[in-house]
């Protein structure tokens, strides 16, 4: 089948994760939710693909309360997992994280309380980690002292640009209530990536997956492995719920940024495609493609070709 590609390879593949909130002992977070048992099945649900993503992005809130128990289970999921996919694993602070036990656990570091903003290098793709937490609140600010940090970092442009990992989104939400727990003062981050090469901005905290633009970048929050806000709720309130969790795919590509929520867990099949069907399908011209999509009770008066009798009906059947 000829058709001419709009778009290009993806230049970048992320894997974009939030919200693990790992609780100690292996207990169930809130009585219910199997925290390190969600994230397990993200990962058998992802290998499935058989796809390589360059690096596994963690939004915050990896320990629900900090614990140092709580990231040795999480590094000992994800680290074989990263090895496995030959992924680099960058982890960014929480508000539900403390940065000791974050730093120890996660980094190997002795740096103890201070900021952990670290700049990563992903194939020319540069990756910051903004710690936008502060110790003992759940609300999100970033320091002059910061600011001005990354303001040294953006004035020399990456070779593919950047994008910024941080926990707290600069987004409004339709949730009243997260205006206690917001990113604050965010018009001065904005002045600081503003008419640099920053592509976009991943984010969690939210626990649901949302969209916008800030400083002319776009913005993906990822919603969270352990459990989900519902927004259908009455104004001035909030639920959590356990059930819609899901995970992001980022694609870069030239000059866009493509974020796509994917759900965590095994749902009932629908259709199915494999392989050698797509291979017989791109081998039809476009009339035949058309011809084997077309609904049952529907015409066509295209006579099928060889390449579009060798696919036995099996495609036409799966997708209808």
């Known amino acids: ?163 910024i990992a941080l926990h707290h989104p600069p987004v409004p939400s339709p949730l009243e209530m997260m205006a206690m727990f917001e990113l604050r003062e965010q018009s001065r981050f904005e002045k600081v990536i503003e008419g640099t090469d920053v592509r976009g901005i991943l984010a969690g905290h939210l626990h649901y997956s949302t969209f916008s633009t800030f400083g002319g970048a776009p913005v993906t929050v990822a919603s969270a492995t352990c459990y989900t806000q519902d927004l259908n709720v009455a104004p001035k309130s909030m639920r959590g719920q356990n059930g819609a969790q899901a995970f992001n795919l980022i694609h870069l590509y030239q000059n866009k940024m493509l974020s796509s929520v994917v759900p965590i867990g095994e749902f009932s099949t629908v259709y199915s495609v494999t392989a050698e069907q797509m291979a017989a399908f791109e081998r039809m011209t476009l009339e035949e493609a058309t011809t084997a999509m077309t609904a049952p009770g529907e015409e066509s008066d295209v006579e099928p070709s060889s390449a579009a009798e060798a696919a036995d009906g099996e495609l036409a059947e799966s997708v209808r």
């Open 1 to 163: 089948m000829n058709t001419e590609l709009q778009h290009p390879a993806p230049e970048h593949f992320i894997l974009h994760i939030s919200d693990t909130h790992f609780v100690a002992d292996n207990d169930l977070l809130h009585g219910s939710v199997d925290s390190d048992e969600n994230l397990r099945q993200l990962f058998r649900d992802f290998v499935k693909a058989q796809v390589k993503p360059e690096a596994l992005v963690f939004t915050g809130d990896l320990a629900d309360t900090g614990r140092p128990d709580a990231y040795v289970r999480l590094r000992n999921i994800v680290e074989p997992v990263a090895q496995e996919l030959g992924a680099k694993i960058i982890w960014v602070m929480g508000n539900h994280d403390a940065r000791t036990a974050f730093r120890s656990g996660l980094l190997d570091s002795d740096a103890g309380e201070e900021s952990v903003d670290m700049v990563h290098d992903v194939n020319g793709l540069r990756i910051i980690a903004l710690d936008s937490t502060v110790p003992g609140k759940h609300h999100g600010e970033i320091s002059d002292e910061q600011l001005a940090w990354l303001s040294d970092v953006l004035a020399t442009p990456a070779p593919h640009g950047t994008l």
